[in-house]
């Protein structure tokens, strides 16, 4: 028999299967029942390790500050400061304190970005500590009427972060930050279809290697729009919309991830027919120097509202949430698609979704510092937020109890090693098979000892 030790360092990490999500209490917050995809945003904004929330509140006109304790549960709600009626939040670092020795440079600490249902643009310049100076800058040239969303990026890769901000009626607005000053970039923006009036997402990646693009999708018109970069500030003004579907399609969310291996960035849109009754998850993806996308579609269950993509299975591909319709309290249709070799989805599953239903908002973050993503979604109405703590693969069970007995003995870790190496089979003890795939894996043996040591969890 080979030394343990040796074949045990030698045992590939095998990837799990669906995780489990378990919800928290909701926390009372109003965004709105007509918020958009960006009502919150995740980030560490006092820089202490943890990450924080920042929300829009309706009634009063505010963006408000939730700082993380580390365990998937917030603070109370701290003012950031006032906008007319705001519509999408987002956190960057783009300038710096005014009153500072750095200022007018970008210095570190996260800024708070807010745009309106009027047009307007604000930024509260971060402090590091979780308080933020007031907006000193007018962004009232930007001739925009309802803003969408915001996305933050490094468009012409000097360093610093620039902004896209998606106009609901009309296109893409860029600016650019030039030392911590933000104007216009050299394509200040790009107008979409003339007849578009619901552009409702933003997202940034390269999909052909040239420099950043943006994708939007409209509701409307049911089309995604590709913009293309060139890495320093243009982009290709002239715009060929990708049709989702017929005229009972409508594309609600766009995500970027790399989802076949390459070096390039895919897009993941998901829409809704209303003539199936059903979603979809096409997969676009782009090729070295060209524009054209290839194509492809998955089903993702019923009514979609809301889409996350990342890796929350630990098998270093994205997955995809979607969060679905609240069907008369009965938790709609949310679904967890397990992200394939093939670059595309597995069929969607459900995986303790029920809490999220009928969210439009939907962001991912480690909440609690346990290496697995978490959930954070505005629910019912926008009347909620919910977060839902992502227990991993396997997470029903107490991976290594062989016995099922409440606790993992030494001879129950000698027998998962043993199984590993290859002496025993995995129905010596089916517990320590935590995504039940006939193999014992590194990572299943570092679950049974730690629940050895810090009992289970169950």
Do not use: W
């Amino acid at each position: 028999m080979v030394a343990p030790l040796t074949l045990f360092l030698a045992v590939p990490v095998a990837a799990g299967t669906v995780p489990e999500f378990t919800p928290l209490a909701p926390i009372s917050h109003l965004v709105g029942e007509e918020a958009g995809v960006q009502a919150i945003a995740l980030g560490d904004v006092d820089l202490d390790g943890i990450v924080d929330m920042v929300a829009i509140d309706e009634p009063s006109d505010q963006v408000v500050l939730f700082i993380g304790k580390g365990d998937g549960t917030f603070a109370d709600a701290l003012p950031i400061g006032s906008a007319d009626l705001p519509t999408a939040v987002a956190i960057g670092d783009l300038t710096s304190p005014f009153d500072s020795d750095t200022a007018g440079d970008i210095d570190g600490n996260p800024d708070v970005v807010v745009v309106d249902d009027f047009g307007a643009l604000q930024i509260f310049i971060g402090l590091g500590d979780g308080t933020f100076d007031p907006p000193d800058q007018s962004f009232d040239d930007l001739d925009t009427v309802e803003i969408a969303a915001v996305a933050i990026a490094d468009f012409n890769e000097d360093g610093r972060d620039d902004l896209a901000i998606l106009e609901s009626f009309d296109g893409v607005y860029f600016l650019c930050n030039s030392l911590g000053t933000l104007e216009s970039c050299p394509t200040p923006v790009v107008f979409l279809d003339q007849f578009s009036f619901e552009l409702v997402d933003i997202a940034v990646g390269d999909f052909n290697g040239g420099g950043l693009d943006v994708a939007a999708v409209d509701v409307d018109t049911g089309e995604l729009y590709p913009i293309f970069g060139n890495g320093d500030g243009t982009f290709d003004e002239e715009v060929v919309p990708i049709a989702i579907g017929g005229l009972a399609v409508e594309p609600r969310a766009v995500r970027v991830g790399r989802l076949n291996g390459d070096d390039l960035d895919d897009l993941t849109v998901l829409s809704f027919d209303f003539d199936s009754a059903g979603s979809t998850l096409s997969v676009f993806n782009g090729s070295d120097g060209s524009t054209t996308l290839t194509r492809a579609d998955y089903p993702a269950g019923g009514e979609g509202n809301a889409l996350v993509l990342a890796d929350f299975d630990g098998d270093h591909r994205p997955d995809a949430v979607v969060v679905g319709q609240e069907d008369l309290g009965t938790g709609g249709d949310s679904v967890f698609l397990k992200g394939n070799a093939e670059a595309g989805f597995d069929a969607p599953l459900s995986s303790g979704l029920e809490a999220l239903a009928g969210g439009r908002v939907l962001q991912g973050a480690d909440l609690n510092d346990s290496g697995m993503l978490d959930l954070v979604g505005a629910v019912s109405g926008g009347s909620q937020i919910q977060v839902m703590l992502n227990r991993g693969p396997g997470a029903a069970s107490c991976v290594g109890d062989c016995n099922d007995d409440g606790a993992v003995a030494i001879n129950e870790l000698v027998t998962g090693v043993n199984i590993a190496l290859g002496n025993l089979d995995a129905a010596a003890c089916t517990a320590i098979d935590a995504d039940g795939d006939g193999v014992v894996a590194i990572n299943e043996l570092v679950r049974a000892v730690n629940n050895a040591l810090d009992g289970c969890l169950v």
